[in-house]
């Protein structure tokens, strides 16, 4: 299914959301591209590319707990999208998780259930690793 409906999931293993919104792709019988960025990395390109496929700004992206968002002081007031992006270059833990991109869209997929209104054919339920059971209509 995958070239037919290609799949990316940009993808933290240490997330449940992460990994709840992988295994839903998976159960939808996708096989995506997994790309665990926090090794990966990120390029000036790709970041921009995603944002715009989101329609989001830096800032939007920007993963505050459990990084060092506040040491680097982009929590402050009036931090520009460059400072931001430049931050999230260097440090790609900085970049909130997980993002899915389909044929669909694009889009941050927090909660994790998100991720089912980006497919062509999402499972009917699905039950997340809390127990919570969602289906087809994302939050």
Same mark, same amino acid.
């Given at each position: 299914?995958?070239? $037919? *409906?290609?799949? %990316?999931?940009?993808?933290?293993?240490?997330? @449940?959301?992460?990994?709840?919104?992988?295994? #839903?792709?998976?159960?939808?019988?996708?096989?995506?591209?997994?790309?665990?960025?926090?090794?990966?990395?990120?390029?000036?390109?790709?970041? %921009?590319?995603? $944002?715009?496929?989101?329609?989001?700004?830096?800032?939007?992206?920007?993963?505050?707990?459990?990084?060092? +968002? +506040?040491?680097?002081?982009?929590?402050?007031?009036?931090?520009?999208?460059?400072?931001?992006? +430049? +931050?999230? $270059?260097?440090?790609?833990?900085?970049?909130?998780?997980?993002?899915?991109?389909?044929? #669909?869209?694009?889009?941050?997929?927090?909660?994790?259930?998100? @991720?089912?209104?980006?497919?062509?054919?999402?499972?009917?339920? *699905?039950?997340?690793?809390?127990?919570? $059971?969602?289906?087809?209509?994302?939050?």
């Amino acid at each position: 299914m995958t070239d $037919l *409906f290609p799949i %990316t999931i940009y993808h933290n293993p240490d997330c @449940a959301t992460s990994r709840n919104a992988l295994a #839903m792709i998976q159960a939808a019988g996708y096989a995506p591209r997994i790309v665990e960025y926090r090794e990966a990395g990120w390029t000036r390109e790709l970041l %921009t590319e995603l $944002l715009a496929g989101i329609g989001a700004h830096p800032r939007d992206l920007l993963r505050e707990k459990g990084t060092p +968002a +506040a040491g680097l002081g982009l929590l402050e007031a009036g931090v520009s999208d460059e400072r931001v992006l +430049a +931050a999230m $270059l260097e440090h790609p833990i900085l970049v909130n998780r997980p993002i899915v991109v389909t044929p #669909m869209g694009t889009k941050l997929c927090r909660p994790s259930e998100v @991720a089912l209104s980006l497919l062509e054919n999402p499972p009917e339920s *699905f039950t997340k690793e809390d127990g919570e $059971l969602v289906g087809r209509n994302p939050m």
